[in-house]
């Protein structure tokens, strides 16, 4: 009957919270918003990451470094409070900047220490009005000095999303801990980590863009030195975990250990939403999830069936495209600062200038009208630099619509349909070339085929969270050797528009079992 009794309660609570919650954040205005950086955690997706934590013990210290009105902490509190074996006592210590949000969050902590108290457990906590950044730097440099507690049982947050300048204070205080970010949510991830005991655990909700790229590889580098993933959970839709705050960022949660000893696998979860009860759980190998020998490691989100088998399905391709003897460039054309030069129609001195919106079914079109976007741009000395050779190239989109089926969206420019010396491509695109100048058109037409199949598009995915495509990453694909993208060129002919034909070219030029 205590346990039902407990329950219940804590169940009421979470829920007062939760309408509380809603009123603050649909309350916040948007300058105070971009100000904090910080949304407002759900209280379902608050009690999904408590639920992740394994930690046990009479005494547990827990740290909230972005507190706002409580809903994690108060989320993982209840969460040990209803187990079988729960705590004698928690120490909790929270963080949290804004004034009016502080002092909501001392009402609610004491509400909740009145109520742990009646089912025998003793809450201590602290709610700091004090920046975190500049607390937990000081504390690394000076234990004792930056914060009362500095190791921790568990950490749970929902760090704050604000780009970090270069010159600013966090910036500096970041850099003398040994932290290099460009994104204040990297900088709590990397000080809670610091923060955390010898096998302490971390659940955290933030977006998926640290899991690659060359801007957060640092932070990379860095935190999974010290942590270990044990778990990744996906929201399929990017609208639904922060619905109340329209965020089309892509999230993710995850749960990581302080520790050197790697697990041999992940869990990776996904649903379409926090009140999505149909939960998708696999098993996927450590190695998989972060490559032993990549210096960069990157996170590989391997969040579906299609992801899965595209894994598998890409252990075998062998080729970088260093073998191939391929590069990949972004556009050199920034149409705002190359205003000047750029036409609405085509003129006598001008040359095509291909957008993205100039790919269509596989191939570049131009001329192709647009209400808003010139079609040339001016062909003389000063624009010499922002040309190429108008040759056999495949171009990539660099951004995708977050609505778009595909992530990697590639065309084959071929300069019998575009009648120019040279052109130029603007900088939403990335192309492939040999050194500056064109591929042979077989060779393009199979790798155009192989970037828009469906096995393509899947383990890309599994790469890079980001609607954008960096050259970067598409350096770090692994591809079908020359051979094998020729057999593709020849078995798909001259028709890179039939989803079908395109996947089952791919499929049989590299013999694989591969259906989606």
């Known amino acids: 009957m205590r346990r039902i009794d407990s329950s219940a309660k804590w169940k009421d609570f979470v829920a007062e919270l939760e309408t509380r919650r809603r009123e603050v954040s649909s309350a916040l205005d948007a300058t105070s918003r971009a100000a904090l950086g910080q949304f407002l955690t759900p209280s379902s997706v608050a009690r999904f990451m408590a639920g992740m934590f394994g930690v046990q013990g009479k005494d547990i210290s827990l740290l909230d470094p972005g507190a706002g009105i409580g809903s994690l902490s108060i989320a993982l509190i209840a969460e040990l409070a209803n187990r079988t074996e729960p705590p004698k006592k928690i120490r909790a210590t929270l963080y949290e900047v804004d004034f009016g949000m502080a002092r909501l969050l001392e009402r609610t902590m004491k509400v909740c220490a009145s109520l742990c108290a009646e089912f025998g457990i003793a809450l201590e906590y602290q709610v700091l009005r004090q ?193 191939l003897r391929l590069t990949v460039s972004t556009g050199r ?78 065309a084959l420019y071929d300069p019998g349909q575009v009648r120019c010396h040279v052109v130029g491509f603007e900088n939403h695109l990335n192309y492939f070339h040999m050194n500056g100048r064109g591929l042979p058109l077989p060779l393009a037409r199979g790798l155009t085929a192989f970037l828009n199949s469906t096995f393509a598009d899947a383990y890309f995915r599994n790469l890079s969270g980001h609607t954008q495509v960096n050259a970067q990453d598409l350096r770090r694909l692994k591809y079908p050797s020359q051979e094998q993208l020729l057999v593709i060129a020849d078995k798909v002919g001259e028709d890179l528009a039939d989803q079908m034909a395109v996947d089952r070219a791919v499929e049989e030029a590299l013999d694989l079992a591969y259906s989606i």
């Not at 971390?202 to 690659?212: D, E, G, H, K, M």
């Not at 705002?336 to 040359?351: K, N, S």
């Not at 990539?396 to 992530?407: I, L, N, S």
Request: glycine share 2%; hydrophobic share 40%; net charge neutral.
């Open 333 to 410: 054309v920034v149409d705002f600062r190359a205003r000047p030069f750029l036409r609405a129609t085509p003129e006598a001195d001008t040359v095509p200038l291909i957008y993205p919106f100039n790919l269509e079914a596989g191939r570049v079109v131009w001329p192709r009208p647009h209400p808003r976007k010139p079609t040339a741009i001016t062909n003389e000395e000063v624009t010499a630099d922002l040309l190429i050779p108008s040759e056999v190239y495949v171009v990539v989109k660099r951004f995708t619509a977050k609505e778009e089926r595909r992530r990697l969206v590639a």
């Open 131 to 323: 920046d975190f950044i500049e607390a937990a730097t000081l504390a690394c440099a000076l234990p004792f000095a930056g914060m009362p507690n500095t190791e921790f049982d568990c950490v749970i947050l929902n760090p704050p999303y604000r780009k970090v300048n270069g010159d600013s204070d966090a910036r500096r205080m970041l850099r003398r801990t040994g932290i290099e970010v460009n994104n204040l949510y990297a900088g709590f991830l990397a000080l809670a980590a610091r923060l955390l005991k010898q096998d302490g655990e971390l659940v955290a909700i933030t977006p998926r863009s640290f899991c690659n790229g060359p801007y957060f590889r640092a932070f990379r580098r860095d935190f999974f030195s010290r942590m270990a993933l044990h778990r990744i959970h996906v929201y399929e839709s990017r609208s639904e975990a922060f619905r109340d705050d329209d965020v089309l960022q892509e999230n993710l949660v995850f749960h990581a250990v302080k520790t050197r000893c790697r697990p041999d696998s992940v869990i990776i979860s996904s649903s379409l939403s926090p009140l999505d009860p149909n939960l998708r759980i696999w098993r996927v190998p450590y190695r998989d999830v972060i490559h032993p020998h990549d210096p960069d490691m990157v996170v590989h989100v391997i969040a579906d069936d299609a992801g899965r088998k595209a894994a598998d399905v890409a252990e075998q391709l062998n080729s970088t495209l260093q073998d």
